[in-house]
Protein backbone atom coordinates (compact mmCIF):
# COMPACT_ATOMS: atom_id res chain seq x y z
CA UNK A 1 0.00 0.00 0.00
CA UNK A 2 1.17 3.68 -0.98
CA UNK A 3 2.26 6.34 1.20
CA UNK A 4 -0.72 8.38 0.86
CA UNK A 5 -3.33 5.43 1.49
CA UNK A 6 -1.52 4.82 4.44
CA UNK A 7 -2.40 8.41 5.75
CA UNK A 8 -5.74 8.23 4.46
CA UNK A 9 -6.34 4.84 6.48
CA UNK A 10 -5.18 6.91 9.78
CA UNK A 11 -1.95 4.62 9.84
CA UNK A 12 0.21 7.47 9.48
CA UNK A 13 0.17 10.61 11.61
CA UNK A 14 0.15 13.80 9.50
CA UNK A 15 -1.62 17.16 9.54
CA UNK A 16 -4.93 17.20 8.01
CA UNK A 17 -6.45 20.48 7.18
CA UNK A 18 -9.48 19.28 5.46
CA UNK A 19 -11.71 15.95 5.03
CA UNK A 20 -14.53 15.07 3.02
CA UNK A 21 -15.66 11.78 1.59
CA UNK A 22 -13.48 12.05 -1.35
CA UNK A 23 -10.41 13.77 -0.21
CA UNK A 24 -8.03 14.95 1.90
CA UNK A 25 -5.55 17.70 2.48
CA UNK A 26 -2.63 18.05 4.89
CA UNK A 27 0.79 19.47 5.42
CA UNK A 28 3.37 18.70 3.55
CA UNK A 29 6.15 17.19 5.91
CA UNK A 30 8.70 18.90 3.36
CA UNK A 31 7.44 22.28 3.94
CA UNK A 32 8.92 23.65 1.07
CA UNK A 33 7.16 26.70 2.06
CA UNK A 34 5.60 27.36 4.87
CA UNK A 35 2.04 26.33 4.70
CA UNK A 36 2.68 23.62 1.99
CA UNK A 37 -0.61 21.60 1.55
CA UNK A 38 -1.02 18.69 -0.51
CA UNK A 39 -4.86 17.36 -1.68
CA UNK A 40 -5.09 13.74 -2.28
CA UNK A 41 -8.31 11.69 -3.50
CA UNK A 42 -8.72 9.27 -0.85
CA UNK A 43 -9.15 6.83 -3.85
CA UNK A 44 -5.60 5.43 -5.08
CA UNK A 45 -4.87 7.00 -9.32
CA UNK A 46 -1.59 7.11 -10.18
CA UNK A 47 -1.48 10.47 -11.14
CA UNK A 48 -3.30 13.95 -12.78
CA UNK A 49 -4.29 11.85 -15.83
CA UNK A 50 -5.66 8.90 -14.75
CA UNK A 51 -7.45 10.54 -11.70
CA UNK A 52 -11.19 9.88 -12.52
CA UNK A 53 -12.96 12.84 -13.42
CA UNK A 54 -15.87 13.58 -11.21
CA UNK A 55 -12.98 13.29 -8.68
CA UNK A 56 -10.55 15.51 -9.95
CA UNK A 57 -13.34 18.30 -10.40
CA UNK A 58 -13.96 18.25 -6.83
CA UNK A 59 -10.53 17.82 -5.94
CA UNK A 60 -9.72 21.10 -7.90
CA UNK A 61 -13.03 23.01 -5.85
CA UNK A 62 -11.43 22.14 -2.48
CA UNK A 63 -8.16 23.11 -3.63
CA UNK A 64 -9.35 26.76 -4.82
CA UNK A 65 -10.86 26.90 -1.62
CA UNK A 66 -7.93 25.77 0.67
CA UNK A 67 -5.36 27.81 -1.55
CA UNK A 68 -7.21 31.10 -0.58
CA UNK A 69 -7.85 30.08 3.12
CA UNK A 70 -4.13 29.26 3.59
CA UNK A 71 -3.20 32.63 1.49
CA UNK A 72 -5.35 34.57 3.36
CA UNK A 73 -4.08 32.44 7.11
CA UNK A 74 -0.20 33.12 5.78
CA UNK A 75 -0.61 36.25 4.56
CA UNK A 76 1.26 34.84 1.13
CA UNK A 77 1.77 36.93 -2.01
CA UNK A 78 0.95 34.47 -4.69
CA UNK A 79 0.68 30.74 -4.74
CA UNK A 80 2.27 27.76 -6.77
CA UNK A 81 -0.84 24.95 -7.69
CA UNK A 82 0.77 22.14 -9.02
CA UNK A 83 1.02 18.27 -9.52
CA UNK A 84 4.06 16.50 -10.58
CA UNK A 85 2.79 13.49 -12.82
CA UNK A 86 5.40 11.10 -13.70
CA UNK A 87 9.01 9.95 -12.45
CA UNK A 88 10.28 12.15 -14.86
CA UNK A 89 8.31 15.51 -13.69
CA UNK A 90 9.38 14.55 -10.65
CA UNK A 91 6.77 12.78 -8.63
CA UNK A 92 8.07 10.46 -5.86
CA UNK A 93 4.64 9.74 -4.50
CA UNK A 94 2.85 7.69 -6.88
CA UNK A 95 -0.47 8.61 -5.17
CA UNK A 96 -2.48 11.71 -7.46
CA UNK A 97 -1.81 14.42 -5.25
CA UNK A 98 -1.91 18.53 -5.80
CA UNK A 99 0.65 20.91 -4.11
CA UNK A 100 -0.55 23.97 -2.85
CA UNK A 101 2.67 25.91 -2.30
CA UNK A 102 2.19 29.60 -0.83
CA UNK A 103 4.39 31.91 -1.57
CA UNK A 104 6.33 35.15 -0.16
CA UNK A 105 9.24 36.28 -2.43
CA UNK A 106 10.44 35.28 -5.91
CA UNK A 107 13.73 33.88 -3.29
CA UNK A 108 12.08 31.96 -1.19
CA UNK A 109 12.84 27.41 -0.90
CA UNK A 110 10.33 27.12 -4.61
CA UNK A 111 12.16 27.16 -7.84
CA UNK A 112 10.36 27.03 -10.84
CA UNK A 113 12.22 27.76 -13.87
CA UNK A 114 11.16 28.19 -17.70
CA UNK A 115 14.11 27.62 -19.12
CA UNK A 116 14.68 28.39 -23.03
CA UNK A 117 14.77 25.30 -25.55
CA UNK A 118 15.33 24.61 -29.18
CA UNK A 119 12.26 26.13 -31.50
CA UNK A 120 9.15 24.24 -32.42
CA UNK A 121 7.28 24.19 -35.67
CA UNK A 122 4.15 25.46 -33.46
CA UNK A 123 1.84 24.90 -36.81
CA UNK A 124 2.56 20.99 -36.88
CA UNK A 125 3.20 20.62 -33.13
CA UNK A 126 -0.66 21.79 -32.76
CA UNK A 127 -2.05 20.19 -35.68
CA UNK A 128 -1.02 17.48 -33.99
CA UNK A 129 -1.99 17.63 -31.11
CA UNK A 130 -5.16 19.46 -31.26
CA UNK A 131 -8.74 18.12 -30.45
CA UNK A 132 -11.41 18.54 -33.30
P1 LIG B 1 5.82 14.63 -5.38
O1 LIG B 1 7.33 14.68 -5.35
O2 LIG B 1 5.17 15.65 -6.25
O3 LIG B 1 5.34 13.22 -5.64
O4 LIG B 1 5.38 15.04 -3.91
C1 LIG B 1 5.34 14.13 -2.84
C2 LIG B 1 5.30 14.97 -1.60
O5 LIG B 1 4.87 14.13 -0.55
C3 LIG B 1 6.66 15.55 -1.18
O6 LIG B 1 6.58 16.99 -1.19
C4 LIG B 1 6.87 14.99 0.22
O7 LIG B 1 7.45 15.91 1.11
C5 LIG B 1 5.45 14.62 0.64
N1 LIG B 1 5.36 13.56 1.64
C6 LIG B 1 5.95 12.35 1.62
N2 LIG B 1 5.62 11.65 2.72
C7 LIG B 1 4.79 12.44 3.46
C8 LIG B 1 4.12 12.29 4.70
N3 LIG B 1 4.22 11.17 5.42
N4 LIG B 1 3.36 13.31 5.14
C9 LIG B 1 3.25 14.44 4.43
N5 LIG B 1 3.85 14.65 3.25
C10 LIG B 1 4.62 13.67 2.76
ZN1 LIG C 1 -2.28 5.28 -2.64
Known sequence: MC??????????????????DQVIAFLDISQVTKGHTLVVPKTHYDNFLTCDDETLAH??????KLANRIVDKTQAKGVNILSNTGEHAGQT???FHVHIIPRY??????IIQFNQSET?????????????
Not at 59 to 64: A, C, E, H, Q, Y
Not at 105 to 110: L, Q, S, T, Y
Open 3 to 20: IFCKIIKGEIPNHTLYED
Open 59 to 64: LMKVTK
Open 93 to 95: VMH
Open 105 to 110: DENDAC
Open 120 to 132: QDLQTLASNIKIK
